[in-house]
Antibody, heavy 118, light 112 residues
Framework: EVQLVESGGVVVQPGGSLRLSCAAS????????MHWVRQAPGKGLEWVSL????????YYADSVKGRFTISRDNSKNSLYLQMNSLRTEDTALYYC???????????WGRGTLVTVSS | DIVMTQTPLSSPVTLGQPASISCRSS???????????LSWLQQRPGQPPRLLIY???NRFSGVPDRFSGSGAGTDFTLKISRVEAEDVGVYYC?????????FGGGTKVEIK
């Protein structure tokens, strides 16, 4: 089955760190650019980061630049998001998404919830 | 950053009637490669987003033909020709022409 499954979301204190994972299956993972997109409770979608198929290129939203690091392990069909210096405004459901060469997101996971609270 | 503005915020629609959502970008979405990377996503309650339309007007696999996209430059529209109960949810436009990728604020489609 073609799917993405996120994990790693927990409750963490402000200033803390967390690593999210996204396990891919059913498609050739290392053919595709992958993204993280988040959604604060009751709010809209916010793009967070992307990584190219080989990990050679990465991009970040200004709101997370310098604090978050995206990475991937193609041998494990897995995408990661290392989140440091977490803030209350990082509280959100974090989705991983697969992107095509046409720059659209054709596959989404169900998300993993990160809550930053003291 | 390119700002994506959607209207209306909410669209109460009678079953079987059409619905239309507008999305305007603060800059042209025509990429230097000639493509316009504007897509539409649907998010049903409690579900992750789902791709409906890509590059303005291309329906994604499995999307019913009652969904259509149109527009050019900075003005884009998603139309549902006859709303069905399963169409309830929030619809987002998204641009991928320029970093950072940005989404519209969303339009909630609900049944009257």
């Amino acid at each position: 089955e073609v799917q993405l499954v996120e994990s790693g979301g927990v409750v963490v204190q402000p200033g803390g760190s967390l690593r999210l994972s996204c396990a891919a299956s059913g498609f050739t993972f290392d053919d595709y650019t992958m993204h993280w997109v988040r959604q604060a409770p009751g709010k809209g979608l916010e793009w967070v980061s992307l990584i190219s198929w080989d990990g050679g290129s990465t991009y970040y939203a200004d709101s997370v630049k310098g604090r978050f690091t995206i990475s991937r392990d193609n041998s494990k069909n897995s995408l990661y998001l290392q989140m440091n210096s977490l803030r209350t405004e990082d509280t959100a459901l974090y989705y991983c998404a697969k992107a095509t060469t046409g720059w659209y997101f054709d596959l989404w996971g169900r998300g993993t919830l990160v809550t930053v609270s003291s | 950053d390119i700002v994506m503005t959607q209207t209306p915020l909410s669209s109460p629609v009678t079953l079987g009637q059409p619905a239309s959502i507008s999305c305007r970008s603060s800059q042209s979405l025509v990429h230097s490669d000639g493509n316009t990377y504007l897509s539409w996503l649907q998010q049903r309650p409690g579900q992750p987003p789902r791709l409906l339309i890509y590059k303005i007007s291309n329906r994604f696999s499995g999307v019913p033909d009652r969904f259509s996209g149109s527009g050019a430059g900075t003005d884009f529209t998603l139309k549902i020709s006859r709303v069905e109960a399963e169409d309830v949810g929030v619809y987002y436009c998204m641009q991928a022409t320029q970093f950072p990728l940005t989404f519209g604020g969303g339009t909630k489609v609900e049944i009257k």
